[in-house]
């Protein structure tokens, strides 16, 4: 499974990278023909998030902690620090890491927005099995 991550360099610069999230497939009911499930990750805490209309931009940041962001509906585009742009459509997710550096802006679509915060004080480590 593909997702997009942010992450600061050792010199603060932010960047984007791809990540593949292992899966295996899985009969998660009897009735139900398996499909592609990644391990369970350790979270701390959930936040949903509702982001009014109209919001726009969001100067240089950076998250306190590393987070896996999943879009509901809305988009967003990230820039990170090393100039690069990229567009995240609703139900895409995005692994934040850039805890330290210059951090990333947003840009998001001006209807409201929402979007889950799951705090991951692992990152996205392999999970034990």
Do not use: C
Request: glycine share 8%.
């Amino acid at each position: 499974m593909k997702g997009l991550r942010i992450y600061a360099s050792p010199d603060g610069e932010s960047h984007f990278d791809e990540i593949e999230l292992p899966t295996t497939k899985r009969a998660v009911h009897s009735e139900a023909a398996p499909f592609d499930v990644t391990g369970s990750y350790t979270a701390s805490h959930v936040r949903i998030t509702h982001i009014p209309a109209g919001m726009r931009e969001v100067a240089w940041h950076r998250v306190p902690e590393p987070v896996l962001t999943v879009r509901l509906d809305g988009s967003v585009e990230y820039e990170t620090s090393d100039g690069e742009v990229r567009y995240v459509p609703a139900g895409s997710f995005v692994l934040v890491e850039d805890t330290h550096g210059k951090g990333h802006l947003s840009r998001h679509s001006p209807e409201a927005q929402t979007v889950i915060w799951i705090s991951l004080p692992n990152g996205l480590e392999l999970p034990p099995e």
